[in-house]
């Protein structure tokens, strides 16, 4: 490695409204290097990259590229200068196709047959196989994926930009991904690789700079470090970690029996004879990859669709026709993964917000008028035995950051004491702690004789506090087994052996 | 109705009505494409073809020049045009509220500037005469002797289609329409497309309107554009985005306007409200089979039509 970095950024910063995104912030890339940026969600990685990609000017600082002055003040800027980024959401058009989506990304893309002919070659020659003239939303998150660094190969670029890349991927093309990088580097790219897995981290990167709350931290080698320092360095604590404390009665208050059921959606998935038992105290985990009936089950349980009477029972009563209100006034709640729209209704304060699940069992609503200053007063509640980071319960769902948002959803219903509470991806985008903590309530619940479905795609949330865990593919339920002895291995091939089956963490 | 009454309805002047009724709402269409296109929806388009109808006859009646009153009644309703594009893209107000006021405001503000010219004959604006194929037998009284406005809206969607599919500008448009938060990410400017977008809806509106005001009826009456907008915006949906459909369309829709009145004079028993109608009608069928997920995709609504843009970061 030369000495000259390739970009070295001094003292940025860049405040908002309210919030200091980036504080200070100095450090070096050079070339033939692969770099970490980590930090919790909200740390100031993405504000970094953005300045970086011209989207955002910083307040005060300076960035220098090989040694020159480098203020871009639009990505086309960047671009030329010879900086490439991935985006986190992939910054792609659905209704266009490869080749259309590739030339909007260039400055002076070449005519559409040679166009074509490059997206061929470059996408062989680093074993991303892509066809150019096929539409993007025709294909699957990996494939989308390979036109956005399709995209930025094609320009030649010397520092790639990678912005959380594996969240979407399979392991397998995680694998791909990774030989793709490594390739890239020993060509002599520099990359900075965003992402908040630490065991690919400690697998990929050269270096890694930590950011906390805008500043950084550290920079060092992750492969000198433990996964858990590295994560400490990100929270700044010591990692709490969930505490269990169940004993799982025989007292069975929620049976599912041979549920077969059409999903609402045109692309959804049909819940094909599930049946399982969920017994007083415990935590029962559904792990599988996105899009194999998750949500379809959490609408069967939450009475959003509805099924034969029988088909759900909960403590005995048949419960499978009842609406959402009715399973709530017997204690079973729900909440969805798709917090703003689904959970919290985006416009409507925290207060309403709470109001719209919590009307029945906390009493705030009577002879159909609502008692505001009770649905405040539970809200707050909520607020502070939760932790929400928010000036109060007036302020609007969309507002609050995502963890924020889902700390105060899943502490709605856990505040209402159900008997049985469906959640689905809990800790979903959210940081280390707040994850915890989340984690922890659900734990706390089943200790005070609750019972909890954890729908997750995360198979170590899964693994941490759940007591049972079964499998979801295509719609069937395996049969749940304990968790205590599971090893990794077991649970692939629960989920459906090798194949295309995300396996999350387990092949770190 | 019998084979003795439509046999009495000659052909070729038939379908050169159905070219002039087609040619305004073609025009109107064609620019409401690009700008929902762009994804954004102006429902404005009747306020904009109304002004451009009295500014294209004031222009003429002033100039007592046909050519430069087209000219006018494109930069007028134009400026209406931006009055929706400063509310919707700068201030950021709703578009199918603003669009609404916009149709209301242009009806109230022709009524206004037209009210010295009622009455009043506008310069005639000559028929072409095409050597050769005005002498062809029936193609040439159906197809082949129309003023050059005719032709040009012809070109006009030709020339939307190759734009939209063959070049850069064409591309970004589409891409600001179909994923305004990814275009703003790659560094387009989103607002900057969507008023061009807009403005050029607007003069595309205001030809359509003096084609009425000038070449059709030629005269200036109060609101007599009388719904010719509203069946634009419900082409637009109808040629589900396409530029050569919304000719097809365009043909159709005012085949139905013509065949209404031919239908009456030969004294068919259709009440001619349903044939009134059914523009609509057919636009609610295609809005309803729109409405699921995957015919949506298949008619290639733009991903990002109706969706106010916010710039982040």
Redesign the interface.
């Known amino acids: 490695m030369s000495d000259q970095p390739l970009l070295s950024l001094k003292g940025l910063t860049k405040a908002y409204p309210g919030v200091v995104a980036n504080d200070d912030v100095s450090f070096d890339i050079r070339p033939r290097e692969v770099h970490a940026l980590l930090g919790e969600n909200g740390a100031g990685k993405s504000t970094l990259v953005k300045m970086i990609y011209g989207l955002v000017r910083p307040d005060s600082g300076i960035m220098a590229w090989n040694g020159q002055p480098y203020a871009p003040d639009n990505p086309a800027t960047a671009r030329q200068t010879g900086v490439g980024m991935v985006f986190q959401h992939f910054s792609l058009f659905d209704a266009l196709d490869v080749a259309e989506n590739i030339a909007l990304g260039m400055d002076d893309p070449p005519p559409r047959r040679q166009l074509s002919r490059s997206i061929r070659e470059v996408s062989q020659d680093y074993g991303l196989p892509l066809d150019p003239g096929r539409l993007v939303g025709e294909l699957s998150a990996g494939e989308r994926q390979r036109v956005e660094i399709v995209r930025c190969l094609l320009q030649n670029p010397r520092l790639l930009i990678m912005d959380e890349p594996t969240s979407v991927l399979t392991p397998q093309e995680v694998d791909i991904l990774f030989a793709t990088l490594r390739k890239l580097r020993d060509e002599g790219t520099a990359i900075l690789y965003i992402s908040h897995k630490l065991e690919e981290i400690r697998a990929l990167c050269d270096t890694a700079t930590v950011l906390r709350q805008g500043q950084k931290v550290a920079t060092c080698d992750p492969r000198q470090k433990s996964a858990r320092e590295l994560a400490e360095m990100m929270v700044g604590k010591t990692l709490h970690q969930p505490e269990r404390d169940t004993s799982a009665s025989d007292d069975i208050v929620l049976e599912m029996r041979n549920l077969t059921l059409r999903s609402a959606h045109l692309f959804g998935t049909t819940l094909k004879d599930v049946s399982f038992a969920l017994r007083r105290g415990e935590v029962l985990g559904i792990g599988g990859v996105a899009g194999n009936g998750q949500d379809e089950l959490l609408a069967a349980l939450s009475g959003e669709a509805r099924s034969k009477r029988d088909a759900l029972r909960m403590l005995g009563e048949p419960v499978g026709h009842l609406g959402p209100n009715a399973r709530r006034a017997m204690g079973l709640l729900a909440a969805p993964e798709e917090r703003l729209g689904h959970a919290a209704a985006p416009d409507m304060s925290l207060t309403e917000n709470a109001l719209l699940t919590a009307a029945w069992r906390q009493k705030l609503v009577r002879n159909g008028f609502v008692n505001w200053p009770r649905a405040q007063g539970f809200a707050e509640a909520v607020i502070t035995r939760f932790d929400v980071r928010t000036p109060g319960p007036h302020v609007v769902a969309r507002a609050l950051s995502g963890g924020n948002l889902q700390k105060f959803v899943i502490g709605r219903e856990i505040s209402q004491e159900p008997e049985v509470l469906v959640v689905n991806q809990p800790t979903w985008g959210v940081d280390a702690s707040a994850a915890a903590a989340i984690r922890q309530a659900l734990l706390d619940l089943t200790a005070r004789g609750g019972a909890v479905v954890l729908i997750s795609q995360d198979l170590d949330e899964i693994m941490e506090i759940a007591d049972r865990f079964a499998a979801l593919n295509e719609g069937r339920l395996g049969t749940p087994r304990p968790t205590r002895g599971l090893t990794m291995e077991e649970i692939g091939l629960m989920l459906g052996g090798a194949g295309d089956m995300e396996v999350a963490h387990a092949q770190a | 109705m019998t084979g003795a009454e439509l046999s009495s309805i000659a052909l070729a002047p038939l379908i050169a009505a159905l070219m002039i009724a087609a040619t305004p709402i073609m025009l109107a269409a064609i620019g409401e494409l690009v700008v929902e296109k762009s994804g954004v929806l102006n429902l404005g388009v009747e306020g904009m073809m109304i002004t451009g109808a009295v500014c294209g006859f004031v222009f003429a009646v002033q100039t007592s020049n046909p050519y430069l009153a087209m000219l006018g009644a494109a930069a007028g309703a134009a400026v209406l045009a931006l009055v929706f594009a400063l509310l919707t893209q700068v201030l950021m107000a709703n578009q199918v509220a603003s669009g609404l006021a916009l149709t209301l405001f242009g009806l109230g503000l022709s009524a206004l500037i037209g009210q010295g010219y009622v009455g009043i004959q506008p310069p005639r604006t000559p028929k072409l005469d095409i050597p050769v194929l005005s002498d062809l037998p029936f193609l040439g009284r159906a197809v082949f002797s129309h003023d050059y406005m005719v032709y040009l809206s012809l070109a006009l969607v030709g020339a939307v289609w190759y734009f939209l599919k063959y070049t850069?500008a064409g591309?970004?448009l589409?891409?600001v329409g179909?994923?305004h938060?990814?275009?703003h990410?790659?560094?387009?400017r989103v607002r900057r497309v969507r008023i061009l977008a807009i403005a050029f809806g607007g003069a595309c509106a205001g030809l359509g309107g003096a084609y009425l005001s000038l070449i059709r009826v030629p005269q200036w009456t109060e609101g007599m554009t009388a719904g010719a907008g509203w069946i634009a915006l419900a082409l637009v949906v109808f040629a589900s985005w396409r530029p050569w459909r919304v000719v097809l369309g365009a043909y159709l829709f005012g085949g139905i306007l013509v065949l209404q009145l031919t239908l009456q004079v030969v004294g068919v028993r259709i009440p001619v409200e349903y044939l009134a109608m059914s523009p609509y009608l057919i636009t609610i069928l295609v809005l309803v089979i729109m409405s699921?997920?995957?015919a949506r995709?298949s008619l290639?609504a733009?991903?990002s039509l109706n969706r106010p843009f916010f710039a982040s970061?």
């Open positions: 850069r591309l970004i589409r891409a179909e994923n938060d990814a275009a990410a790659l560094g387009y699921s997920g995957r995709a290639a733009p991903g970061g």
